[in-house]
């Protein structure tokens, strides 16, 4: 069974944890960019002054802060803030601050990420904006001219214990922040806003990672505002806002063969408006050993959703070289509990499985959603499950 964990206690522990990483600030040493050089007016680049506090943090035995203070930093190259460090805790204070990206999109659009933390244990960021500036990437791309795929904003990666409070990321190129290879990450009060045709911004994209909490996300973005990749175990949201984009997905899996699985997710109160879709399952019609299973969606409401509740294992969103072929992916032992609102289309729960290998044991409780006033339809094809309760539309199963 998934992990419950009750409101309350996550709020104690985020508490607990405001509180002792305080006390441990009060004995830290701190680092200010400006002292290295930075430019808070963001005319200069300012990419090597913080690379420079970074490193002189990275290096301390004791406990450390890096300060950025209120202004506009341009950091206009893609930048690694890499471990392992000496220090166990590092801090990175940003209120009042904003990164901002280059001008030029090309300048980051090939590389992976703009802003990156690997191989780190300990981190701590608070507050400030990230700004890629990735609206000229996105006219780009909807030109149809030939344009760099972009930079996801900001990765987590192959770290431990991590934390980021209170940061907001705008107008990613890319998604806007990835928590990848990682343990024990935890992500509160993160808000995240792109237009809602800007393309492939997602919001936070998890794989490959364990222990991960995503706690009172707001997100308005182009695609979808919490995406699962393969890999990820003991995944928690809870008190996310989502709209415009494309909801809550785990996927799209089934790339290859052999990928990891995904399990233990919990989504717990949730608001979609007028989003593509809310919870949403999605998979590639070709062989794969991957597997979803354990996993909870819980306390949400649909604001003129146009699919609220679905499972697509025929994904091919372009239409176009589709495989054509059953998914490997076995999906199982989902539950959807507390669902409420309205859906943009006729069919409000759709559960189009594979047939190599039907979804068992979905569960639907308490389901009560509509159609302009009226009931809206169900589809099954190759699902089994039960419902109970008051359910609307009627099951399909």
Same mark, same amino acid.
């Given at each position: ?73 341009l950091l206009g190259t893609a930048t690694r803030f890499g471990g392992p460090c000496n220090s166990k805790v590092i801090s990175i ?24 933390f690997d191989q780190v244990s300990g981190v701590r960021i608070h507050g400030g904006v990230l700004d890629a500036r990735g609206g ?6 909807? *030109? ?5 795929? /972009?930079?996801?904003?900001? #990765?987590? %990666? !192959? ?5 980021? =409070? ?8 890319l998604f806007h922040m990835i928590i990848s290879g990682c343990n024990n990450v935890k992500v509160h009060g993160v808000k995240i ?55 809550? *997905? ?5 790339? /290859?063969?052999?990928?990891? #699985?995904? %399990? !233990? ?5 949730? =608001? ?126």
């Open positions: 069974m998934a992990k419950q964990l009750p409101h309350t206690l996550l709020l104690r522990h985020a508490l607990f944890c405001s509180l002792f990483f305080t006390q441990i600030l009060a004995k830290s040493t701190t680092y200010n960019v400006v002292d290295f050089g930075a430019d808070p007016t963001g005319l200069k680049d300012s990419t090597l002054a913080f690379l420079g506090a970074w490193s002189n943090a990275c290096g301390s035995w004791r406990p450390a802060r890096i300060q950025v203070p209120p202004g506009q930093f204070s940003m209120g009042g601050a904003t990164l901002v990206g280059p001008s030029d999109y090309r300048a980051i659009g090939e590389a992976l990420h703009w802003l990156t000229s990437l996105w006219a780009c791309k909807s *030109s149809g001219q030939p344009c760099p795929i /972009g930079a996801i904003t900001l #990765g987590i %990666t !192959n770290s431990n214990n991590v934390v980021v =409070t209170g940061l907001s990321s705008i107008n990613s190129q806003m792109a237009p809602g045709n800007s393309p492939n911004t997602d919001g936070i994209h998890v794989q490959f990672s364990s222990d991960v909490t995503i706690l009172n996300p707001r997100i308005r973005t182009g695609d979808d505002c919490v995406s699962v990749g393969p890999g990820t175990k003991n995944l928690w949201v809870e008190d996310i806002a989502c709209g415009p984009g494309h909801g809550i *997905s785990i996927g799209s899996l089934g790339w /290859g063969m052999n990928e990891d #699985g995904v %399990t !233990n997710v919990t989504v717990r109160t949730a =608001t979609f408006s007028k989003t593509m879709n809310g919870f949403r399952i999605k998979s590639w019609g070709r062989p794969s050993n991957g597997f979803v299973n354990d996993v909870h969606f819980e306390h949400a409401f649909m604001s003129d959703v146009q699919n609220p509740i679905v499972i697509d294992q025929h994904y091919c969103p372009y239409y176009s070289g589709c495989p054509q072929m059953a998914s490997g992916i076995r999906i199982s032992d989902i539950s959807y509990k507390d669902i409420h609102g309205t859906s943009a289309t006729q069919v409000a729960v759709k559960f189009d499985c594979s047939l190599k290998h039907p979804c068992r044991r979905l569960r639907l409780e308490d389901v009560n959603l509509t159609y302009k006033n009226q009931v809206p339809q169900a589809s099954c094809r190759n699902a089994g499950g039960t419902a109970f309760g008051t359910v609307q539309p009627e099951s399909c199963f």
